[in-house]
């Protein structure tokens, strides 16, 4: 199972930015799609935006979308994710991940899963939006 790191997070007041990183704890593993995740306090862990690298499709939580932007530096073997616009309900400690995902999308919803049977989640990087 690929082991990721995640940095970048911090206290931001409602409105700002911050840019999230996630890249492998190995630099030299390969992987060909990552997802970020998020849990805030009392609350499961829910899917937020999703990267599939072999056709570039890129996937978002409804209550993201359009203010979250997901992309990678291949050269550096490194994703990242935008927050842009943040609001306090986006307070949560951030993952990634890539093993047991699953992303998906149909007129109606998006899915952006992680099998429960994966369970390794790194330590994640805190976000707080507040002011």
């Known amino acids: 199972q690929v082991q990721f790191v995640e940095s970048g997070g911090g206290l931001v007041r409602p409105g700002g930015s911050l840019r999230l990183t996630c890249a492998p704890s190995?630099?030299?593993?390969?992987?060909?799609?990552i997802g970020w995740f998020r849990q805030a306090p009392g609350k499961e862990r829910e899917g937020v935006s999703c990267?599939?690298?072999?056709?570039?499709?890129?996937y978002y939580a409804d209550s993201v979308r359009g203010r979250f932007t997901i992309s990678k530096d291949s050269a550096k073997n490194t994703v990242y994710l935008q927050m842009n616009s943040l609001k306090p309900e986006d307070t949560a400690v951030y993952y990634c991940?890539?093993?047991?995902?699953?992303?998906?999308?149909?007129?109606?919803?998006?899915?952006?899963?992680?099998?429960?049977?994966?369970?390794?989640w790194g330590q994640g990087t805190q976000v707080t939006v507040s002011s």
């Open positions: 190995d630099p030299t593993l390969r992987y060909y799609a």
């Open positions: 991940a890539t093993d047991g995902l699953r992303c998906s999308a149909s007129i109606t919803s998006t899915t952006i899963f992680r099998d429960p049977l994966y369970d390794d």
């Open positions: 990267f599939s690298f072999s056709d570039g499709s890129t």
